[in-house]
């Protein structure tokens, strides 16, 4: 879906590039066609300084996904998830990164919670990236206390999984 989002806009680099930063940072689009975060109104001139375009860039990408059907839909409903990765070392929680050999591939979440679950841990929050939206698909999971060794061999050994870190 991704590609086909960025295809609309492949004559104008700048346009995808404010489609990227709303995806990445799951910003939407109101009915007047401000940028928003729940209900809180994002400058267009702060989203143009951000990925180094100018204002009428952002004015006008944003019109054009309003008066796309099919676009239209998808970045009205948009919506942020808070995560806690960056909060992590404050809180005492331990990132665990899954690199998968294949991010499309069916079950990969449920086989590394699953061997978490069999070691007892508590899973905080499990954060995946969407492969369409990343080059290098990671899937995330905050725990409680830290892995042992045992738990990251296990993890590693599964189908699909390329390298495990945190």
């Known amino acids: 879906m991704f590609d086909e989002i960025m295809e609309k806009f492949e004559g104008s680099p700048s346009q995808q590039a404010v489609v990227r930063l709303l995806l990445e940072r799951g910003f939407s689009i109101n009915d007047e066609g401000r940028v928003v975060s729940g209900e809180i109104e994002i400058p267009n001139t702060q989203i143009a300084r951000e990925i180094d375009v100018d204002r009428r860039v952002v004015d006008s990408t944003t019109q054009a996904l309003l008066d796309d059907d099919e676009l239209r839909d998808i970045f009205r409903n948009i919506s942020a998830v808070p995560s806690l990765m960056?909060?992590?070392?404050?809180?005492?929680?331990?990132?665990?990164?899954?690199?998968?050999?294949?991010?499309?591939?069916?079950?990969?979440?449920?086989?590394?919670?699953?061997?978490?679950?069999?070691?007892?841990?508590?899973?905080?929050?499990?954060?995946?990236?969407?492969?369409?939206?990343?080059?290098?698909?990671?899937l995330y999971l905050i725990l409680d206390t830290d892995p042992s060794g045992k738990l990251l061999k296990r993890v590693r050994d599964l189908p699909h999984v390329r390298e495990v870190s945190f």
Request: aromatic share 4%.
């Open 86 to 138: 960056d909060l992590a070392p404050v809180l005492d929680f331990t990132v665990v990164r899954v690199k998968p050999t294949d991010a499309d591939a069916a079950g990969i979440v449920a086989r590394v919670t699953e061997v978490v679950a069999d070691e007892g841990l508590s899973i905080r929050q499990v954060l995946s990236d969407d492969p369409e939206f990343a080059d290098e698909p990671m």
